[in-house]
C-alpha cells in the first residue's frame, strides 16, 4: 500500500517492542530508537537489537563525507524506499547515534527521476501534508436499495491539483479536463486484475478533444489534445460545450484475457462530460446512471476540492427506487463542497441515502500516476530503424527529449546513451 511505509526486516516481539533478531548475537543490548510514523508523524519511543556495524553510510556523496558518517543497519532494504514522490532512507541521527529517524534523502532525486515519471510538483507544502492529502483522496464503492443500487463516491483534490501540475493548466484546461479524470476513475469502480478503462472525446471545439485512461489500482493519466486553450474572450461561466463542440465520446474496456477492447460511442449531445457520460451508458448500456463531478476553485483560481459521484440503477430494481434516486440527489451536497470540506465521505452517504440502507463496501486509493519510465521509452528508441539511430547517435542534438503525453514527464538521452541503444540494436 502506498500510504504505509515498508517494515521490511522488522519483526513483532510483543505489543511495545519491535525488533531484528540476529540469532547467533542473541540475546543484545536494546537500544531505545525513534521511529517517525508515515501516518501521523508522531515519534514514539520503540526498542531494537542493533547488529554489527560493517559499513558508513553518508547523505552526502562519497565525494563530500570529512569524516564517520552514520551507518545502515542490517533488516532494512539497501535501496532508497520511493514513498509519494519523496525517498526515504533508515539511518540514525547525527545528535543521538542511539536514535533512529526517518529522514528524507535527496541525494538520489536526479537519479530517480531519470527513470519513472515524475510528478513536478506533489501536493502539499511538505511531507506531513502530502501524507494527508495522500490520505484522503480514495474511492469509496457503496450499494443501495437491497443492492439494487450501485455506487460511487470519488474524493480526487490531491489527483486534480498533480493533474494540473504537470500539464501546467490554466483554469479552464484543470476544469475540462479535471472533469474527465473524474469521471474515468468513478467508472474504473468495478475493474480488477490488469483491467484499464480509457475515455476519449474528439471535439470540433477549441479543446479538440481529450484522452484519460484508468487502471483496477485507481491509477489515472491524460491529457488534453489541445493546450492551451484558445480563449477568444473572457470566460463568463466554465460551459464546456463551446470549447468541445460537436463530436464523438468514446469508452474503451481493455479487460484482462479478452482478444480484443470493447469500445462504445456516443454522440456529444451535452456538451457537458457528466452529462454526456450519463447519456452513453443510458445508450449503450441501457442501465440509468448519475453522474455529478465537482471542482472547486479559491478567489487565486487554485483547486481546493474536487469530487465525483456515481449511480448506477441495476436492471430488475423497482420503479420506486428511481423516484427515491433522484429525490435523494437535490439533499446531496456537491461533491467538490465535501472534499474542500474535508468531510468524511461515508458518513455523508450514510446521511442522505439513510432511506436506502446505505452498504458500503470499502475503499481505496486514487492517484495522477503513469507507469512510462526511462527504461520504456529506451525500449520505444530501440525499435527504430537502425540507420536512424545512427543518424541521432552522430547528428543530435543532445540531449535527446522524449516526453510522455499522458503525463508530461520528460526524459532525457544523452549521446552516450543512444550509441549505447544503437550498437546494441540487431541487424
Aim: aromatic fraction near 10%; include cysteine; charged fraction near 25%.
Amino acid at each position: 500500500m502506498r500510504n504505509t511505509l515498508p517494515f521490511d526486516g522488522f519483526r513483532t516481539i510483543s505489543n511495545r517492542y519491535h525488533g531484528v533478531f540476529h540469532p547467533a548475537r542473541m540475546p543484545c543490548k536494546k537500544v531505545p530508537v525513534k521511529i517517525l510514523s508515515a501516518t501521523s508523524e508522531k515519534r514514539f519511543n520503540r526498542f531494537y537489537h542493533p547488529p554489527p556495524v560493517e559499513e558508513p553510510w553518508s547523505l552526502s556523496s562519497p565525494k563530500k563525507r570529512s569524516g564517520p558518517s552514520p551507518p545502515f543497519f542490517s533488516g532494512i532494504p539497501g535501496p532508497a524506499v520511493l514513498y509519494n514522490g519523496l525517498q526515504f532512507r533508515w539511518k540514525f541521527s547525527h545528535k543521538d547515534k542511539s536514535s533512529l529517524a526517518l529522514r528524507s534523502r535527496k541525494g538520489d532525486a536526479k537519479c530517480h527521476r531519470k527513470k519513472e515519471m515524475i510528478k513536478k510538483k506533489p501536493y502539499g507544502a511538505n511531507a506531513k501534508e502530502q501524507l494527508k492529502a495522500n490520505a484522503r483522496d480514495k474511492m469509496y464503492r457503496f450499494l443501495l436499495a437491497d443492492d439494487t443500487v450501485r455506487g460511487v463516491f470519488i474524493h480526487g483534490t490531491r489527483m486534480i491539483n498533480e493533474m494540473r501540475s504537470n500539464f501546467d493548466l490554466g483554469i479552464l484546461e484543470t476544469y475540462i479536463l479535471g472533469h474527465a479524470y473524474l469521471g474515468c476513475t468513478l467508472m474504473s469502480a468495478n475493474l480488477k486484475g490488469k483491467d484499464r478503462i480509457s475515455l476519449s472525446i474528439d471535439g470540433t471545439g477549441p479543446a479538440k478533444g481529450l484522452s484519460v485512461e484508468a487502471n483496477a489500482y485507481g491509477e489515472v493519466r491524460g491529457f488534453l489534445k489541445k493546450n492551451p486553450i484558445p480563449v477568444k474572450a473572457p470566460l463568463e461561466s466554465l460551459n464546456m460545450s463551446p470549447f468541445l463542440g460537436a463530436g464523438m465520446l468514446s469508452v474503451t474496456k481493455i479487460l484482462e484475457g479478452m482478444k480484443q477492447p470493447y469500445t462504445g460511442q456516443v454522440a456529444l449531445e451535452y456538451g457537458n462530460i457528466a452529462e454526456d457520460l450519463a447519456s452513453y451508458y443510458f445508450t449503450s448500456e441501457q442501465t440509468p446512471t448519475v453522474f455529478n463531478l465537482s471542482i472547486n476553485f479559491n478567489k487565486e483560481g487554485e483547486v481546493v476540492g474536487a469530487g465525483g459521484l456515481f449511480l448506477q440503477v441495476m436492471p430488475g430494481a423497482p420503479e420506486e427506487t428511481d423516484k427515491k434516486i433522484e429525490a435523494l440527489l437535490a439533499s446531496f451536497p456537491s461533491p467538490g463542497d465535501i472534499a474542500e470540506r474535508a468531510e468524511n465521505p461515508e458518513e455523508v452517504i450514510q446521511a442522505v441515502f439513510s432511506e436506502l440502507t446505505p452498504k458500503l463496501l470499502g475503499s481505496h486509493r486514487v492517484e495522477f500516476f503513469c507507469r512510462c519510465s526511462e527504461k520504456a521509452f529506451s525500449q520505444h528508441l530501440s525499435m527504430l530503424p537502425k540507420k536512424d539511430l545512427a543518424a541521432i547517435a552522430n547528428e543530435g542534438p543532445f540531449p535527446v527529449e522524449l516526453c510522455c503525453h499522458n503525463c508530461n514527464s520528460t526524459y532525457h538521452f544523452s549521446k552516450e546513451q543512444i550509441t549505447e541503444i544503437w550498437k546494441g540494436k540487431k541487424g
